[in-house]
C-alpha cells in the first residue's frame, strides 16, 4: 500500500494534464497557455512517476536503472517547470523585461543539458536505492543537484509572482479562488524547491543522496500538486460545490419549515400541494430547491386561511406571548408571529372565526407583533417582514417563526388563553 501511495504525486499531475487537455480540445481563450499547462502536467506526472520510491528500487531489472529513473525524472521535472514561465509569456502578465520565450528556452536547454553532463560525468554508482560518488564525483553530483534547485526555484518565482499581483486585482469569483489556491501551490513548491538544498548537503558531507524522493520530499510534492490541482480545475468543482452548498442549506430550511408546515396542514389539508413524491421527507438533494420554493407556496396558502381565524385580541395574545416567554430583541417579532398563529390554529380548531376579516396586507404572515401597527385593529396586525422579499428572505423569516412556534409550552399556553 505504501508503495501505492508513493505514486500519489503522479496521479495528482497526472489529473491536472488530462484536464487542461479537455480545456484545449473544448476551446480556450489562450490555447498556447492551456498547452504549456497540460504540458507540465503530463510531464511533472512522467518525472514524479520515475522518481517515485518503488520505481528507484527497481536495481533487479538492470544496475544502472536507479541511475537512468534519477536522471531521467530530474531532467522531466526541470522541462515541467520550464512551461509555467512560457505559460506567463503568453498570457501576458507583468515579468521581468529581459525574460523572453526564446531566452527562456534557451536557459532551459543549457540547465538540462549541464545537469545532464554533469551527472554522467559524476562517475555515480547506486546501492540499495542510493546514489553514491566519491572525490570529484561528489562534487560534479552535488553542482548538479545546485543547476536543478536554483532553475527550479526560478521558474516557480517567475510563475508566482505575476499570478499573485494578477489575483489581488480580481474580483471574488472561481479565477480569483483558483488563482490563489494556484498561489499556494507554488507557494509550497518553492519550499519544495528549497529542500532540495538538503540533496546536495548529504552528498558534499556523506557523499551520498536518495535516488528518488525523500519522504519529506513526496509529502511537499504531493501538497504542491494536490493544491495546484484544485487551482488550475477551480471553475469545475467550485460551480459544483456552491449548488451543492445552495441545495443543502434548501433542504436544511425545507426541514426546518416541517413544524410549521404541519400545523397549518393539519387545520387547511387542501393547502398541501401533490408533488408526486413518496414522501415530503424523500426526495433527491436536487429538488431540495423546488421543494423549499413549493412548501413556502403551501405556509402562505395556510396563512391566507388562517386569516379568518386570528381572535380579535390578537395584539394582546402576542404580548401576553412576549411576556411568557421572553426573548432577545431580534427574536420578539417572531415570537409574536407565532403566537397568534398558535391562537389561530386553536380557533380554527375550535370552529371560531376572529371578529371581522382583516384588511389586506402585502404578504403571507398572519401577525408582525411589533406593537406599532398604528390605529389598526388588534386583528390587523401588521407583517414583520417586508411585503416585496424573496423566497429566501420569507423561507427565512418563516424558519424563524418555526423556531419560535416550537418553543416548549407556546402552544399550550395560547390554547388556553383561546379556550377560557
Known amino acids: ?46 518525472a514524479m512517476t520515475l522518481l517515485a520510491a518503488p520505481t528507484t528500487y527497481l536495481e533487479g531489472v538492470w544496475p544502472g536503472f536507479p541511475r537512468l529513473t534519477h536522471l531521467l525524472g530530474r531532467e522531466m521535472e526541470m522541462a515541467a517547470l520550464a512551461f509555467l514561465p512560457l505559460a506567463v509569456i503568453e498570457i501576458g502578465l507583468p515579468r521581468p523585461r529581459l525574460l523572453t520565450g526564446r531566452l527562456h528556452i534557451g536557459v532551459t536547454l543549457s540547465a538540462i543539458a549541464l545537469c545532464a553532463v554533469l551527472f554522467l560525468s559524476s562517475g555515480v554508482r547506486t546501492r540499495h536505492g542510493s546514489l553514491l560518488a566519491d572525490g570529484t564525483g561528489a562534487v560534479l553530483l552535488a553542482s548538479c543537484d545546485t ?15 505575476p499570478v499573485h499581483r494578477f489575483a489581488r486585482g480580481l474580483v471574488p ?31 558534499a558531507v556523506d557523499h551520498r543522496q536518495g535516488a528518488g524522493l525523500d519522504p519529506v520530499g513526496r509529502v511537499l510534492g504531493l501538497c504542491c500538486l494536490v493544491l495546484g490541482v484544485l487551482g488550475g480545475t477551480a471553475a469545475s468543482w467550485l460551480s459544483v460545490t456552491t449548488t451543492a452548498g445552495r441545495r443543502l442549506r434548501a433542504y436544511r430550511t425545507y426541514r426546518a419549515l416541517e413544524p410549521l408546515w404541519s400545523a397549518l396542514r ?4 387542501g393547502t398541501a400541494l401533490d408533488l408526486g413524491w413518496p414522501s415530503v421527507r424523500l426526495f433527491s438533494l436536487h429538488r431540495s430547491e423546488f421543494a423549499l420554493y413549493r412548501r413556502v407556496i403551501e405556509i402562505r396558502d395556510g396563512y391566507l386561511e388562517l386569516r379568518s381565524f386570528v381572535p380579535p385580541d390578537a395584539r394582546a395574545l402576542s404580548a401576553a406571548a412576549l411576556d411568557r416567554f421572553p426573548v432577545p ?19 380554527a380548531r375550535l370552529g371560531s372565526g376572529g371578529s371581522g376579516a382583516p384588511r389586506d396586507a402585502g404578504g403571507p404572515g398572519v401577525a408582525g407583533g411589533s406593537g406599532d401597527a398604528g390605529d389598526a385593529g388588534d386583528q390587523d396586525v401588521v407583517l414583520a417582514y417586508p411585503a416585496d422579499c424573496s423566497v429566501e428572505e420569507e423561507a427565512a423569516w418563516l424558519v424563524q417563526v418555526a423556531e419560535a412556534f416550537t418553543v416548549a409550552g407556546l402552544v399550550e399556553h395560547m390554547r388556553h388563553r383561546v379556550t377560557r
Open 266 to 269: 393539519a387545520v387547511s389539508p
Open 1 to 46: 500500500m505504501s508503495d501505492l501511495l508513493a505514486y500519489l504525486p503522479a496521479v495528482a499531475a497526472l489529473w491536472l494534464g488530462c484536464y487542461e487537455l479537455r480545456l484545449l480540445r473544448t476551446g480556450s481563450d489562450s490555447p498556447f497557455a492551456v498547452r504549456c499547462l497540460c504540458r507540465f502536467g503530463f510531464c511533472m506526472a512522467a
Open 329 to 347: 430583541p431580534a427574536g420578539r417579532a417572531a415570537m409574536a408571529e407565532a403566537a397568534v398563529i398558535a391562537a389561530a390554529l386553536e380557533s
Open 147 to 161: 543547476v536543478f534547485t536554483g532553475y527550479s526555484l526560478w521558474c516557480l518565482a517567475v510563475f508566482l509572482v
Open 173 to 203: 469569483g472561481a479565477l480569483r479562488t483558483g488563482l490563489r489556491l494556484i498561489t499556494a501551490s507554488l507557494t509550497v513548491g518553492l519550499v519544495w524547491a528549497l529542500w532540495g538544498v538538503s540533496s546536495i548537503v548529504t552528498m
